[in-house]
């Protein structure tokens, strides 16, 4: 008897890929659509089978409504997910910085493309952020009223669906028929747009289909994508594939994967469940009887490593070590505490914590800031998003501008202000240079999109630099990129007063 298959939603399309805001109505089911049919249309126009952003452009402003902002937002969100490849973000980094007008910066632009059926199932996976948030605000479980996987204090997860493997699942199962319609070429449809039992599915539309679904053979040990166990010889009869026509049949794909898919093993739930407890380089001050930290790295082949901490109270903590490299980070109900993260990090979530100061190392995709009081984040970060804070500080270094959604208030944005030793190597391994620099240019979005209220920038006189207070070996002395002038003439001005030293909120220097 062949061994069993088992597929699964991939971490980071729902986690990274599916932005913490409502998406426009213009992305819903129908338009997309269109937007395949006009993609496949417009092939020689630079749609098909890549779609370069001036196509996506012109498709997003003049057929979707939607704001060139918002556009390029989706586009370079997508982009990020992709493969790393940091020296080619780095020369992208120094490219765009070296424009010297928007026209430039335009034409710059214009040369990056990406998958068509691969960004279309990204705009799909959208959808999944307008059914978090209508969750939240009903207070319901979707799409079932069973009990959601326990959050990090053993009770439901709470705010985001992005980081629950098992909504993901939900969510595939309830639109694989969608997705799968999405892919299909014109001809494959009928004359209402849906698969019938003759339809067929491209070799090319199972690939891309990769972007969401990877798997593995029962007892392997290893994952791969999609498209490589379809093609696996005990599979091919079950969904339908023809080697003569490098096509599958839609139902028997689709009834194949229905029976395969289950939750991600390295997932959320798996991490919290058999996680193996995380041993911190410092614990400065107070007590882990609280605290609930686990990391799933010791179990996972070929996928990025995930840390949860949740209900550290009253603590300094700091870490730098290959566990976290490339790790996805959630802190959770984190309170009047100090934590370190100094090492390369892919993605952070910060939720519910109060009075707490986060630093970070260099995050290769974004960090998201949601429901937090009075926090400090200090990154240098691609993207940096903030729901539901209110009196939070942001010392940042990013080539994104931060997105300021929903429900802040008082939010202080300020130009990073630190270093440790391996911080520009770090940086260059997940591909971040020191320009562009947009830390003081956000956009808005969402109800407060004309409310430039709640936000200010960090008045230089307010400015004080950060002091890590941990030795380690590296070649980095200063604050990457420098501090913008007016910062930086503050900080003379202040010293050549005889002001106090700027330092750090933690005391001397330790050993990490």
């Known amino acids: 008897m062949a061994a069993a ?20 109505g213009r992305l819903g089911r129908p338009y997309l659509r269109k937007m395949a049919a006009y993609a496949r249309r417009r092939a020689a126009e630079g749609c098909f089978p890549r779609l370069r952003w001036a196509r996506w452009r012109h498709i997003a402003c003049g057929k979707l409504r939607l ?26 980094a120094e490219a765009e910085a ?24 990204f705009l799909y996976l959208q959808q999944l952020s307008r059914l978090s948030l209508r969750t939240a605000l009903r207070g319901e479980q979707w799409p079932s009223p069973a009990a959601a996987a326990p959050g990090p204090a053993g009770k439901g997860a709470g705010q985001s669906k992005n980081w629950n493997d098992q909504d993901h699942l939900a969510f595939l199962l309830a639109h694989l028929s969608d997705m799968l319609e999405l892919l299909l070429e014109p001809e494959q449809l009928s004359a209402s747009s849906h698969a019938t039992s003759n339809s067929l599915v491209s070799y090319e539309a199972v690939c891309a289909l990769s972007f969401l679904i990877e798997g593995t053979v029962e007892g392997s040990g290893t994952v791969h994508p999609l498209h490589e166990l379809a093609l696996w010889q005990p599979c091919q009869e079950k969904n339908g594939y023809s080697k003569s026509n490098n096509a599958f049949s839609f139902p028997k794909l689709e009834s194949w994967l229905r029976s395969c898919l289950t939750t991600n093993p390295f997932g959320m739930t798996a991490c919290l469940r058999s996680g193996k407890k995380l041993a911190w380089a410092q614990q400065v001050e107070g007590t882990s009887r609280r605290a609930k930290i686990a990391c799933n ?12 901490m949740s209900q550290v109270y009253k603590q300094t903590l700091a870490k730098s070590s290959d566990t976290l490299v490339g790790a996805h980070i959630r802190i959770h109900r984190c309170n009047e505490s100090f934590i370190y993260l100094l090492s390369p990090l892919r993605a952070v979530t910060i939720e519910k914590c109060r009075n707490s100061t986060f630093v970070l190392g260099p995050v290769q995709v974004s960090v998201h800031v949601h429901s937090c009081d009075n926090v400090k984040v200090i990154a240098v970060c691609y993207s940096l998003s903030l729901s539901s804070t209110t009196g939070c500080t942001f010392h940042i270094l990013t080539p994104t501008q931060p997105l300021i959604l929903a429900g802040n208030q008082a939010v202080s944005l300020a130009p990073f202000h630190t270093h440790y030793p391996m911080l520009e190597d770090h940086m260059a391994q997940v591909g971040l240079a020191t320009l562009p620099n947009y830390w003081d240019s956000p956009m808005l979005l969402g109800k407060e999109s004309s409310d430039t209220s709640v936000f200010r920038l960090l008045p230089p006189s307010d400015f004080y630099t950060f002091v890590i207070p941990f030795e380690m070996e590296g070649d980095t002395t200063e604050t990457p990129g420098g501090l913008p002038h007016a910062y930086q003439k503050a900080l003379s001005q202040r010293e050549q007063k005889g002001s106090e030293e700027a330092v750090s909120d933690a005391g001397g220097k330790q050993v990490l």
């Open 5 to 24: 298959v088992a597929l699964w939603v991939r971490t980071e399309p729902p986690l990274l890929g599916a932005l913490p805001l409502p998406p426009p």
């Open 67 to 92: 704001d060139r902002g918002l556009a390029w937002l989706y586009f370079q969100r997508f982009l990020r997910l992709l493969p790393a490849r940091p020296p080619r973000s780095l020369r992208r």
């Open 98 to 121: 070296a424009c010297g007008s928007a026209e430039e910066l335009e034409r710059e632009r214009s040369k990056l493309s990406v998958d068509t059926l691969q960004f279309l199932l």
């Open 297 to 308: 790295a010791p179990v996972v082949p070929e996928v990025f490593p995930m840390v949860i």
